[in-house]
């Protein structure tokens, strides 16, 4: 059973010395065969097809596509051979004696340096009839949305052969049954072809709790009004599943997700204006608090991988060590009710319900400690300290359900890039808030500062002996306070005074900090007096106050990681220093974001 992509982007295979050049020929050709093959069921099944299907006249000339698509995923894979591991390999990669040619024409809109698959510009981008190429690139478009679905591929989304390959492959890879020129013979296996919107990742934690406590007769008064359709082949996700208790819930279940966040004025084209009036008007008659609009992106990557791998032994090591991760990382994002895109290799990103995408980072975070410190312990010395700075860095963006997927995923690795490494020093995560109007928080920290370490939800784990906290420290403050946001605690007001009070008690300009700054003290004083203020009734004590303020301060301050190596080449315990000489207001957002799960406007 196949449901979720797991082979990394790079793969490296150590041989013996008897592996001659000729095999490492016959082993590339494979390769790329095998990937044409891949692709051989989506030209046949989607785009050959069209011009049988629509005039030819019309459409762009069927030889220039097909040797489009020939040279693109035909040419796809980069393999290159080297003497020797380690070393020899990290040159060879940065050695480029090629590099693709600039392709001509309208370009991918996923993969930009791509010309898109109409090749209503000709083969070599020189056809001179500028009226005939913007026809026929909207002919062979809409021909093609027409044969696959709109929402498979939009009219508007003009797409190079690879990303057609990875948008369609899932709707054929069942079929797949091939030998290739060597005699090796590749199959393929069903796999899942639609996935979950984002609008049901977003709902999810609503709807299951609205299954599991609402009446068997109001869930009924609702199933009534289901738009005809609107009934999807999906498989819930953990926690709606598991809610379910009936029939009438089954179906609820699978209604088309965008139906639970719908407006009065919205238009829909599968459904009549009176079928989402009627389906509204009995949502809303539940009387129940809305859902919130926002889903969470996880991506996470492991940090100093190709240093820590430059012998066999530790590449074996490390290989062991991700395998057994992305076994863990399937189970503990489907745990957390959410869909794993992909985990292979060094890397995995996912998509999960605001709820529960922090705890699974920190979760996956803590099994990943534990399955590399079983393997360091079952390995060589000098396995075990070349393992020894591998560490994993993630990055979380909290994104509207109605925006743009591209856009919360191209963020998300800035995320990861930007802040967590380069920003934070790595092993850090790294949290953005994207509303509709633009990025509303962005924050980040190194694991240790970012931890609720020696709060009670922390365990012991097989980690050399280190605890391992189950809960972000932003986390525990939102947890804390939903209960009580309505009353002000983390109000627009406190939040105002935030930044007065750092004004009040500035960081120094001239000193990278290893430890909380003198200032601290005046801001935790300053901040628990507002926020004491902030309270209209209910008012908390001092000694109440300084329990939420000096953790929500501490991570106010940006903390960057340091690492050091000795003379003789052994990394010891980093140490952090201050990243900015300035206080950022963006945890308390992170916070406020959090406890009122969006609804915080």
């Not at 072809?193 to 299954?211: D, H, K, R, Y």
């Not at 498989?235 to 009936?246: F, I, K, Y």
């Not at 209960?483 to 300009?509: C, D, N, T």
């Not at 950022?584 to 406020?592: E, P």
């Amino acid at each position: 059973e196949v449901r979720v992509a797991a082979l990394p982007k790079c793969l490296r295979a150590d041989v013996s010395e008897e592996f001659s050049a000729m095999t490492a020929d016959l082993v590339a050709r494979d390769v790329r065969d095998a990937f044409v093959a891949l692709c051989k069921p989506v030209w046949e099944g989607d785009v050959a097809p069209l011009w049988t299907q629509t005039p030819k006249t019309l459409l762009p000339s069927l030889s220039d596509v097909r040797a489009l698509w020939e040279r693109q995923t035909g040419g796809w894979f980069d393999i290159m051979w080297t003497l020797g591991a380690g070393p020899a390999l990290a040159a060879r990669k940065n050695w480029r004696t090629h590099s693709r040619s600039a392709e001509p024409g309208e370009k991918c809109a996923l993969m930009g340096d791509l010309q898109e698959l109409s090749c209503a510009d000709g083969a070599s981008g020189d056809e001179p009839n500028h009226v005939f190429r913007t026809d026929s690139r909207k002919q062979f478009w809409e021909a093609l949305s027409r044969r696959v679905g709109a929402l498979n591929v939009s009219p508007d989304e003009h797409l190079c052969a690879i990303a057609l390959v990875k948008r369609r492959f899932a709707h054929y890879f069942g079929e797949l049954d091939e030998t290739l020129l060597s005699g090796l013979r590749i199959c393929g296996a069903p796999v899942p072809e639609a996935v979950p919107s984002t609008a049901g990742i977003a709902v999810a934690p609503w709807l299951a709790v609205q299954l599991a406590a609402l009446p068997q007769e109001r869930l009924s008064e609702i199933e009534k009004e289901i738009p005809r359709g609107a009934v999807q082949n999906l498989t819930p996700l953990r926690c709606v599943s598991d809610a379910v208790q009936s029939s009438t819930g089954q179906r609820l279940a699978h209604v088309d997700a965008r139906l639970w966040f719908a407006r009065r004025e919205d238009r829909d084209e599968e459904y009549s204006a009176d079928e989402l009036k009627r389906f509204i008007a009995a949502r809303n008659a539940l009387g129940v608090t809305a859902p919130t609009p926002f889903f969470a992106v996880l991506r996470m990557d492991v940090d100093h991988l190709g240093a820590a791998g430059k012998t066999p032994a530790a590449g074996r090591s490390l290989a062991q060590a991700l395998a057994a991760f992305a076994d863990t990382t399937r189970t503990e994002v489907e745990n957390h009710s959410g869909y794993l895109i992909y985990c292979g290799g060094d890397d995995m990103l996912a998509l999960l319900p605001l709820e529960s995408a922090l705890s699974c980072a920190v979760a996956l975070r803590g099994s990943f400690q534990q399955i590399l410190a079983a393997v360091r312990k079952g390995s060589a010395h000098d396995v075990s300290e070349a393992m020894a700075p591998v560490t994993l860095s993630a990055s979380v963006v909290f994104a509207h359900q109605r925006s743009p997927l591209t856009r919360s995923l191209a963020l998300s690795a800035t995320a990861l890039n930007d802040d967590a490494k380069d920003g934070a020093g790595r092993d850090a995560i790294a949290i953005v808030v994207a509303k509709p109007g633009g990025i509303a928080a962005r924050w980040v920290q190194p694991w240790e500062r970012a931890l609720a370490i020696g709060l009670d939800d922390t365990a012991q784990g097989d980690t050399g002996g280190a605890r391992v906290s189950r809960q972000l420290v932003l986390e525990a403050l939102a947890a804390a306070l939903s209960h009580i946001a309505e009353l002000g605690s983390i109000s627009s007001r406190f939040l105002y005074k935030l930044e007065q009070v750092f004004e009040l008690a500035p960081l120094p300009l001239d000193a990278a900090l290893a430890e909380l700054p003198a200032s601290f003290e005046l801001a935790e004083a300053l901040a628990a007096a507002q926020y004491m203020a902030s309270f209209k009734r209910n008012r908390p004590s001092l000694e109440e106050a300084r329990k939420v303020i000096r953790p929500l301060l501490e991570q106010c301050l940006s903390w960057r990681r340091i690492a050091f190596a000795t003379d003789g080449g052994m990394i010891v315990p980093p140490r952090f220093e201050l990243a900015s000489p300035l206080w950022k207001r963006d945890a308390a957002l992170v916070v406020r974001f959090l406890a009122t799960k969006g609804n915080d406007e």
